[in-house]
């Protein structure tokens, strides 16, 4: 029991010391250790009966390593790590559990390796730990992503590379960021969980869990050869509740939003070629960011905004200058001042507001949404605006937000909205839309209310999506500030 104790105190000044004083080593490593309970939620899920092969494929000072030894046995346990500090102190955590099992054999078992890399050929029948958070592969070759793309996180390429690892039969829990649940980016990995078998379980945080580091997380249990389970598209949906957000399936086949219009979102280049041409009042175009987007409104000239690191109270664009000094940015801002549909990057619900006479110019991340007919500009806003639209987004890409409560949506996800099956609820909730955007303060929050209703109808959903997007909108539609001496494009 001393030597016990012993190795405890020394894993547990180990992490002390990384979450103190080495925090920025920590965050490079991506090192974030797992509290003793989520510890025994996993291994509860993971070690089925008559389990005899466990894998930590990061295993740190061997939190997982440890726990499962007192469950199955040291000699069933593998860990590795790049760490070689931490791989010396799971060695001795272990040692001092079954002092009987020689060093050499704990040794073979846990080394100091990278699992995205290491146990070729080997099977386990429990895949389980908490991989390091890194936001981005940039810096591993091709081969250790495993096919995957640059801005992977790490934690989702351990998880991808693990369902190669577990036996026929074996289980993968892995924690991961919120963000694998929705990102772009992670998709590959949840289809190949698909492929290889079923998510089980779900286990979700919306406090961070984690000393030293705000972010969110979660642990997607997936059964290898298991049928069933949410597609790679729906482990947002198998969250939702835990973040209050309701569920609601959408109606197929009556269209997507990309048969009505293009969505486009601009990137650097559009960005950064702005930034010289840019400035406070006066004439030009006026620059739309994000900040300035409310659902139905916009708030250019009511209050101030942030572009390119500077404040701005009403930002607009030269456009002569900008096509005089580059003629490609002089044609993307052409083909931006047509009358469209400006959606905010990301907001509370999706925010989006109607540029009718096309005069407004997008600043990233702001995406550009253009009918094909200048006609259906307020339908497509009163898509936007739909709260079984809305609250679909929130649950298939949560955590993808810069919050879990925020709703963020690409110019590709825009376009796969689908579109309402009642016709005549639509085109009322298209022209509450319309009065919405041109009411008073004191008329727009009703207004916006009516276009809930009328949208909710539109879809056929229940009062849950309404009663849900009206207490998220309700307090920004009441939050118009208004600048004295200013107006609004």
């Known amino acids: 029991m001393e030597e016990r104790e012993r190795v405890e105190a020394l894993a547990t000044a180990y992490e002390d010391r990384l979450v103190g004083e080495l925090s920025d080593e920590r965050r490079s490593r991506g090192a974030f250790y797992t509290p003793p309970e989520l510890v025994d939620w996993i291994l509860d899920r993971a070690l089925v009966p008559g389990t005899s092969t466990v894998l930590d494929p990061a295993c740190g000072t061997g939190h997982f390593l440890v726990a499962a030894a007192r469950r199955v046995g040291v000699r069933a346990v593998h860990g590795s790590d790049l760490d070689p500090e931490a791989v010396r102190i799971a060695r001795l955590r272990l040692q001092a559990e079954d002092p009987?099992?020689?060093?050499?054999?704990?040794?073979?078992r846990v080394r100091v390796a990278d699992?995205?890399?290491?146990?070729?050929?080997?099977?386990?029948?429990?895949?389980?730990?908490?991989?390091?958070f890194l936001g981005q592969l940039k810096r591993r070759t091709a081969g250790q992503r495993g096919g995957l793309g640059a801005y992977t996180d790490t934690s989702a390429a351990f998880l991808h590379r693990s369902l190669g690892l577990a036996a026929p039969g074996g289980t993968v829990a892995l924690v991961q960021p919120l963000s694998v649940l929705g990102a772009r980016d992670a998709g590959p990995v949840r289809a190949a969980a698909a492929a290889a078998g079923a998510v089980t379980d779900l286990w979700v945080s919306a406090r961070p869990v984690f000393r030293g580091t705000s972010v969110l997380a979660c642990v997607p249990v997936v059964r290898i050869g298991s049928d069933g389970g949410p597609g790679p598209d729906d482990w947002g949906r198998l969250a939702a509740p835990y973040f209050g957000i309701p569920a609601f399936a959408l109606p197929a086949g009556t269209g997507v939003l990309g048969d009505l219009a293009s969505c486009t979102a601009d990137f650097r280049d559009q960005y950064y070629g702005l930034v010289p041409h840019v400035r406070d009042g006066g004439a030009g175009s006026p620059l739309i960011t994000s900040g300035l987007i409310e659902p139905g409104r916009s708030e250019w000239?009511?209050?101030?905004?942030?572009?390119?690191?500077?404040?701005?109270?009403?930002?607009?664009?030269?456009?002569?200058?900008?096509?005089?000094?580059?003629?490609?940015?002089?044609?993307?801002a052409e083909s931006r001042l047509v009358p469209k549909v400006l959606v905010a990057g990301q907001g509370r619900v999706i925010e989006a507001v109607v540029d009718e006479r096309g005069e407004w110019l997008p600043s990233v991340p702001v995406v550009t949404v253009v009918p094909h007919d200048p006609a259906d500009l307020w339908r497509v806003l009163a898509v936007l605006l739909a709260p079984p639209v809305v609250a679909d987004a929130a649950a298939r890409y949560l955590g993808t937000g810069l919050t879990p409560g925020s709703v963020k949506v690409s110019a590709r996800?825009?376009?796969?909205?689908?579109?309402?099956?009642?016709?005549?609820?639509?085109?009322?909730?298209?022209?509450?839309?319309?009065?919405?955007?041109?009411?008073?303060?004191?008329?727009?929050p009703a207004l916006l209310s009516?276009?809930?209703?009328?949208?909710?109808?539109?879809?056929?959903?229940?009062?849950?999506?309404?009663?849900?997007?009206?207490a998220r909108i309700g307090r920004r539609a009441d939050e118009s500030p208004r600048r004295s001496g200013s107006t609004s494009p």
């Not at 009987?100 to 073979?108: F, G, K, R």
């Not at 572009?307 to 200058?321: E, L, N």
């Not at 376009?415 to 005549?424: K, S, V, W």
């Open 100 to 108: 009987s099992v020689p060093a050499e054999e704990i040794q073979a």
């Open 413 to 444: 996800q825009l376009a796969g909205l689908p579109l309402p099956a009642d016709q005549e609820a639509w085109a009322a909730g298209a022209e509450l839309a319309r009065r919405a955007q041109h009411a008073s303060d004191a008329d727009r």
């Open 450 to 470: 009516a276009v809930g209703e009328a949208m909710t109808a539109a879809y056929g959903a229940g009062p849950a999506s309404l009663d849900w997007w009206r």
């Open 115 to 132: 699992g995205l890399t290491a146990w070729d050929g080997v099977g386990f029948d429990a895949v389980v730990g908490n991989p390091p």
């Open 301 to 332: 000239g009511r209050r101030p905004t942030r572009f390119a690191k500077q404040q701005y109270d009403a930002p607009v664009v030269d456009v002569d200058g900008l096509a005089a000094a580059d003629a490609r940015l002089g044609a993307w």
